[in-house]
């Protein structure tokens, strides 16, 4: 009986040939098996002449590997907010990887722990209230976080400035979450700081407690931007903007590991690079 296309059933049982690909371990070249289909021959290829296509993935070298895996993680994954805190999770380890063999898991596992990094971001609602690390974050290396600070007070003679509490509050959370991460090895902070129209005064007040944040184990980066981004309580949405243009003002020294002014940090670089 002739098919849809116009061959008949038994021509085509006759005359097929099956091409087989199979893609060796070694460096030899690729084989190529041609089976004629026999008439009894349901799936075409013989018990004995059945062989699966597959490349060994564990035949290129680590770097190659590597790369595939990163590939594989996930580029950004939400975790629930806590405290009004946002929570992120970059090149985090997905699941369905993990199950295409030990040797990947493993290998995929420890590329995830090395890359993936936990990205924190204050809101104008948190008020430092401690985090509950993510249990998928739990192996992570990596701390990265974006907090502001305002100061909103008319006169520091008559008010105390509250870039200070602010700094001691921020300090304290971030100090707890960093013990919940055992396997830390970085922590950058960008701080976005607001100080309406004492910019001296709250500037300098931030040097004087500028420990609050060098100190802290594994630190590798601070930077200070100075910004508007306070737009006021009396606004409809969030009182915060930080779409603001912002201007880098203060960063972390790595001559002496204390967060000073940029001119003084650049100038100290070039002073000791000569």
């Known amino acids: 009986m002739d098919d849809k296309y116009g061959a008949s059933a038994d021509h085509q049982t006759s005359t097929s040939l099956v091409t087989r690909v199979r893609l060796t371990e070694d460096s030899g070249p690729a084989t190529t098996t041609r089976t004629k289909v026999g008439e009894d021959d349901v799936t075409g290829v013989t018990c004995e002449e059945e062989e699966e296509a597959f490349f060994d993935l564990f035949s290129l070298p680590r770097e190659l590997r ?4 990163d590939h594989s993680l996930e580029f950004k994954r939400k975790f629930a907010s806590q405290h009004s805190a946002r929570l992120r999770g970059r090149r985090v380890a997905e699941l369905s990887p993990q199950l295409a063999g030990q040797q990947f898991r493993k290998e995929y596992l420890e590329r995830a722990e090395r890359e993936s990094c936990l990205v924190i971001v204050d809101r104008d609602h948190f008020h430092g209230e401690l985090l509950t690390l993510p249990q998928t974050m739990k192996f992570t290396r990596k701390l990265e976080l974006h907090v502001a600070l305002a100061c909103d007070e008319p006169d520091h003679a008559l008010g105390r400035c509250r870039v200070i509490p602010e700094l001691r509050m921020h300090r304290k959370w971030i100090a707890n979450l960093s013990e919940q991460m055992k396997y830390l090895d970085s922590v950058k902070i960008n701080v976005y700081m607001d100080p309406h129209n004492l910019v ?8 004087n407690e500028q420990h609050r944040f060098s100190n802290l184990a594994d ?7 100075q910004s508007g981004y ?3 309580d009396k606004n409809p ?12 003002v203060m960063k ?11 001119c003084d ?9 000569t």
């Open 230 to 232: 306070f737009v006021g």
């Open 237 to 248: 949405g969030t009182p915060w903007n930080f779409s603001k243009p912002r201007r880098l």
């Open 252 to 262: 972390l020294s790595p001559l002496n590991g204390n967060v000073q002014r940029v």
């Open 200 to 207: 001296n005064d709250c500037e300098q007040n931030l040097l």
């Open 219 to 225: 630190l590798t980066s601070v930077e200070i931007f």
């Open 265 to 273: 940090v650049d100038a100290a670089a070039e002073k000791d690079a």
């Open 66 to 69: 590597d790369e595939i895996y």
